[in-house]
């Protein structure tokens, strides 16, 4: 499935991946390949992302930067404070603030 994070001031990510993890109003869930569609509003929390062709990295929004985190080579980390999802024909749109 492909996946877009957006903010106001750029786009933080775009890319091909295996899973999404949201943090959503009522908990955490997860999107995989072919997930029915679904639109959420997600909380204050962290975005994790299963990938093949990324580094396990820790983006901070608020300073602008990239944290190398540890040594899970196939998921990224986007903190987010609030924002929207929607998935729709395997494509996730993340409007993170």
Do not use: C, W
């Not at 091909?16 to 569609?37: C, K, M, R």
């Amino acid at each position: 499935m492909y996946l877009e994070i957006v903010s106001p001031e750029a786009t933080l990510f775009s890319s091909e991946v295996d899973s999404v993890i949201a943090p959503g109003v009522d908990g955490e869930f997860q999107l995989l390949n072919n997930h029915a569609p679904i639109v959420s509003v997600l909380t204050e929390g962290t975005i994790r992302i299963n990938t093949h062709s990324q580094s396990h990295l820790v983006f901070d929004e608020l300073h602008g930067s990239i944290i190398p985190h540890n040594d899970d080579k196939k998921v990224l980390t986007v903190v987010i404070n609030s924002g929207t999802l929607e998935m729709k024909d395997n494509k996730v749109i993340i409007l993170a603030d």
